[in-house]
């Protein structure tokens, strides 16, 4: 169903209601994991330390699960846990048949080694699509379980009837976790692609050339309202809090009189995330009991 929410909110993606919707559906197929199998699909998030921001994620990902019936098994370490303590945990978690997916929430504190800890997850239960095996497959085109905020996005844009196919798609940040795995969805689905990063020259201008624009920098409004092309779709990934309260990396006021459609923070992408994160959740646990 595409929702016709244009008529109450003019060319705004209502990234909230879509993620309702969702979650509906995988609270109904999280109903049936457990009729089925007299368990519910399970999900471990490993917090570690005091990082205020981390912890709201991480409540609010508690939240989502206890909402759409999935379980979920916390574990908040300390701010002085060892390297080899969270890779026993780890090996634990990976262990356990009631534990599904596996969430290191990042960042963590910097005497761990990131890289170390990620790829000690077993891909299977790697639900943040984080893990190199997971990236590899989707660089081969079999995405297996994909990073949350790209499939999100892409979610929004078939809900909202986006065509990608030979459109002009601009990419602005090259993370792990955003930029690069949205570029091959989207060239997956026949977009043509440029990813743009902080060494890119003339920016304005080739965004003034893309008919879709996703904006990933964590820069708040570096991407100026004016360079978006007279019916372009704007989806703004990035959220950071100033004293204007929390703004995104797109000069939202502007960019709305151009656009299409563009995505608001809050509300937007956000909502997406947590959702795709339950849904890979969902989807790592029908492969560990077929
Ligand atoms: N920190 C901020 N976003 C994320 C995310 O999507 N996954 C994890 N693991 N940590 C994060």
Known sequence: MTPNKEERLGNIIDGKFLAEKKREEISQQAGAFLKKYGRQPGLAVVLVGQDPASAIYVRNKKRACEQTGIASFDYHLDETVSQQEILSLI??????????GILVQLP???HLVEEEI?????PGKDVDGFHPYNLGRLLMGEPTLVPCTP????YMLDEYGVDIDGKDAIIIG???IVGKPMAILLMMRHATITICHSHTKDLPERVRSADIVVAATGRPHMVKGDWIKDGAVVIDVGISRTDAGLVGDVEFEEAKKHARLITPVPGGVGPMTITMLLDNTLLAARTHVS
Request: proline residues 4%.
């Open 174 to 176: 090259r993370s792990n």
């Open 108 to 110: 963590l504190p910097s």
């Open 91 to 100: 090996d634990d978690l990976n262990a356990r048949a009631e534990v599904d």
């Open 118 to 122: 990620l790829v000690r997850i077993d």
């Open 151 to 154: 499939t999100g996005i892409m």
